[in-house]
């Protein structure tokens, strides 16, 4: 499965079966939909192709003809891939090397447009899944941010809708409590990006103090690969220094440019000329709360396309 296509494994020629073609159709009409769930789910491009190509194998296994909702089918089916890929790779992380953070994703100017995408697949909030046990994330997914009802999700968690209730719920309040709150506009963000940009290219002090919130805190993630800041940098004045003091220790040129991650504006950085990481933010206030910043290039690779998002 790639990113941006079919199946890699969709039969081709003359010999091609009529019924795993229109399977494979199908399959293709919701490959957005499948993606952006498996993706809110795992927060990693590799693990959601997986996902989504055992997802396409036992669809076309299947006898679709009896199937009167194949959107819903599709989407138990990613559950239940992506649930179990997920509770491998808690495991995994476990041994992470430093702070992980989602694979950032390059995205589409709709998926900015549309606030309730745009904060379902957002930094900050992804961050606060990674505290949800898997099936509180898969129904909290499917629930908040697609909006399935109970007895649909039930049926992809394997769990009986009054337990997915109290589920949702559990995972709701989880939520609540530790989301960082987004209060500005696209515009107000790219306008705070911008401050932020600026503060960067002239290294100066105090224009970071101004535009990071007292509160602001900044992780990275290096998986081991790339030096990054090996435990998240909580407050302002913190934060700015770490940041003024990076380029100051390498005899490198950086430069920055704006792009946007995750529906929200973003920043690449460059060294000597070369890709090296980007730095998605959490606004509030027209003030910047949160810092991530990613350069394990496990995690880079595949900014060069943008994704297509949906909730529907």
């Known amino acids: 499965m790639n990113t ?17 073609i229109e399977a494979t159709e ?3 009409a919701h490959r957005r939909l499948l993606f952006t769930v498996a993706y809110e789910m795992l927060g990693s491009v590799a693990d959601v192709d997986d996902v989504l190509q055992e997802t396409w194998l036992r669809w076309t296994a299947v006898d679709t003809s009896d199937i009167a909702e194949p959107r819903a089918y599709l989407v138990r089916i990613t559950t239940r891939q992506a649930l179990n890929r997920l509770r491998s790779v808690k495991r995994r992380r476990e041994t992470y090397v430093g702070s992980w953070l989602p694979e950032p994703l390059l995205t589409t100017p709709d998926v900015a447009g549309d606030v309730e995408l745009a904060e379902s697949v957002s930094m900050a909030l992804m961050l606060v899944m990674e505290t949800l046990s898997p099936t509180e994330r898969a129904v909290f997914v499917l629930h908040e941010a697609f909006g399935f009802g109970y007895d649909e999700i039930a049926a992809a968690v394997d769990k009986t809708p009054g ?65 990054a800041w090996p435990r998240p940098i909580f407050g302002a004045d913190k934060v700015a220094r770490f940041i003024i003091a990076g380029p100051a ?60 998002l949906t909730l529907e």
């Open 26 to 28: 199908t399959f293709l």
């Open 249 to 308: 220790k390498h005899d490198v040129t950086y430069s920055v440019e704006t792009t946007s991650v995750n529906g929200s504006p973003a920043l690449a950085f460059y060294v000597d000329g070369r890709f090296d990481g980007v730095m998605a933010m959490n606004i509030m206030d027209g003030r910047i709360t949160g810092i991530y910043f990613i350069r394990n290039p496990q995690k880079l690779s595949r900014l060069d396309t943008e994704v297509e």
């Open 4 to 20: 941006t296509g079919e199946p890699t494994d969709a039969p081709r020629g003359s010999g091609e079966n009529h019924a795993t």
């Open 163 to 227: 337990a997915v209730h109290q589920i949702a719920h559990r995972a709701r309040r989880h939520v609540e409590d530790r989301r960082p709150r987004r209060s500005v506009s696209l515009r107000e963000a790219e306008t705070a990006v911008a401050a932020f940009r600026h503060a960067l290219e002239t290294l100066d002090l105090q224009e970071l103090l101004d535009i990071l919130a007292p509160e602001v805190v900044a992780i990275a993630d290096g998986g081991g690969l790339k030096q």
